[in-house]
Each structure stands twice: as structure tokens, then as C-alpha cells.
């Protein structure tokens, strides 16, 4: 397994509200998901993300499909992450996953997942990986 690890900045704009307002106090809104990377993973996120908020504000859920372009530890292509996260009375669980055999070019066969932690307002990742052929020293 290797480690691609770094920063990123994230920038959300709503695209709308999903199904129109609601008595049962649950938001359901849609949002554009822009972001760049920096670090062993260098380029550009574009996506899509669903989001329920109920009426308590410390819980939320949501789901996103990115593809993300760019060059991962010297080797150029894309592929897709699978965002699932749900939070619930502070605590939060969150699974991002390569969507399978979505990767290409020199990133043709990626599988694995990355994680998140944000500390003093700054994204970090860490993207655990497989590659075909991928080279050692990670």
C-alpha cells in the first residue's frame, strides 16, 4: 500500500434544494465541490455532492462523486472518489473510496481510499493506494 499525503482547498457553491422545502425539518440541498491538491497528489477535484441536514445541528449527512485529475506521485490521470459521510451528536464517520476501474492513463488500475483531518482551518489528505507497476519507496 502506498501513501500519497498533502493538502487541498475545497470550495462548495449550492447548486439548489433537492425535492423543494419540507415541513420535517430536513434540509436537502446540492452543491458544486471545486477543489485543488497539493502534495504527492498534485491537481484539480470537480464534483457533486447531496446533503441532508436535520433540525439537530449536529446532524448531518452527505454523499459526492469527484474525479479527480491531475498527477499522483509522478504519474498522470484520473480517477473517481465515492464520498460517504455522516455525523451525528459531534462525531463523524466519513469513507471516501476510488470508485472501481475508474482510474486512467498512468493511473489505470488505482484502487484504495483517502482520508481526511482538517487542523486550524487547513485540509490534509492521505490517500492510500494500490497501482500496477507503481514503484517502491512509499
Known amino acids: ?47 457533486e455532492m447531496l446533503a441532508a441536514r436535520s433540525a439537530v445541528p449536529t446532524s448531518a449527512s452527505y454523499v459526492a462523486i469527484e474525479r479527480v485529475t491531475g498527477t499522483l506521485d509522478g504519474r498522470q490521470g484520473s480517477f473517481v472518489l465515492v464520498h460517504r459521510g455522516v455525523m451525528q451528536g459531534g462525531e463523524q464517520q466519513l469513507e471516501i473510496h476510488i470508485s472501481p476501474d475508474s482510474g486512467s492513463g498512468a493511473l489505470k488500475g488505482i484502487a484504495g481510499s483517502l482520508s481526511l483531518r482538517i487542523e486550524q482551518g487547513v485540509h490534509h489528505y492521505d490517500l492510500a493506494y494500490t497501482l500496477p507497476e507503481a514503484g517502491s519507496g512509499h
Not at 493538502?7 to 434544494?17: A, Q, R
Open 1 to 47: 500500500m502506498h501513501h500519497a499525503i498533502g493538502t487541498f482547498e475545497v470550495s462548495l457553491k449550492p447548486v439548489g434544494e433537492v425535492g423543494g422545502a419540507a415541513e420535517d425539518g430536513n434540509a436537502l440541498g446540492r452543491m458544486s465541490l471545486e477543489k485543488t491538491f497539493s502534495g504527492a497528489l498534485q491537481g484539480k477535484g470537480s464534483g
